[in-house]
């Protein structure tokens, strides 16, 4: 289900280093090629701008809910029925990947590889793994009922039990293995900054992974949490908001991503009390909102390796765009491009993800204005006009026009 087609005239994408160029952009059999096909759609691209489809590399398809314990318990097939419209919704936006990170399964993994809906490429990680007690045990300290695990999170103690785990979501197709080693702001019982694991479950976790040539990504907000990470093999820490120049100096050393998720606390900020989220999360949100944007710049200034993600619960999943206007304001246009798609790209490991070069997928966003001069176009869902994955038009006002 790939098709051809020529942007004919545009301003191409070349990478942060070198900006745009203005060139003919052939998508041939969903692959971008050196020259067109004799069959390729023609469009006319003078005067747009193109980016490489982006990347959201901290997505939650299955977060129906504000309420955590309805997000894991309530019904799986309407959590399944609700994601198809979460991801078509991301697609539209212009992210052509997404890496869910806690939740997904091989259920919808090949629902979406069979184009049973409009959907990013999708790389899942199953339900994340979480001590009891731990940022993905949703019980308050008053509830007294038995978890184990549901939809997005499971509770699992102990290095051996984690193993079997973590084999059984390989097994099943999972992309990498998420875990929780900090508190978090919408889980009810832990205290945000304090590490989670211990560094032998840690291990455990990373061996496993290491070893089917996968890797691990660890939700984690604090300096010692962080550290606790990745001097344990963790590869990928997202959010991030309460490091300090030396940690990130310390991710920087042991080739560590940070994946900060800017539009979830925007979000919750605004719109939390809204739509009835709880006075605790409420209260942890407060603490790591304003330091969201000062992480991603002491990241930058260290020479981490910075993404992008959103990490949006229910029905704040529309705010998925605010997070770029953040992003921006921290590290600037042409940086947070690089972030949502070479730097994503190369934290899920597939080549030919991220960039227009000649083998890439054929999957890109064309804009109406220059980014770098007028950044509002990167947010700004009318600015697309054309989204293209594999070399077919699968979004944009042009397609709306055209109906």
Known sequence: MSGSIIIAGAHVWAGAERGFVKTDLAIVDGLVADRPAPESKRVD????????????????????????????????????????????????????????????DIGLARAIEARLFPSPRYHFTGPALSQTGGHGDPRSQHIDVCFSGGHMCEVVDGADNLRVAVRERLRT??????????????????????PQYSADEIRAVVDEATRRESYVAAHAYSSEAVMHSIENGVRSIEHGNLIDSATARAMAGWRAFLVPTLAAYDAMDRRGT????????LAKNTEVLSKGQEAVQIALAAGVSVGFGSDLMGDLEDDQLAGVRLQVAASGAAETIRSMTEVNAKLIGDASLGHLGAGAYGDAVMLSANPLEEPAVLWDENARELVIQAGRVVGGVSERDDE
């Open 45 to 104: 691209g003078d005067g747009q701008w193109v980016i490489p489809g982006l990347i959201d590399a901290h997505f939650h398809a299955y977060a129906t809910s504000m309420d955590g314990l309805e997000n894991e318990r309530g019904p799986l097939s309407y959590t399944a029925i609700n994601s198809t419209l979460r991801l078509a919704a991301a697609l539209r936006r212009g992210f052509t990947t997404v890496r869910d990170v806690a939740g997904g």
């Open 173 to 194: 197709g999972a992309h990498a293995i998420k875990i929780m080693t900090s508190g978090g702001v919408f889980s009810l019982a832990d205290p945000i900054r304090n």
């Open 274 to 281: 809204s739509i009835g989220l709880n006075e605790i999360s």
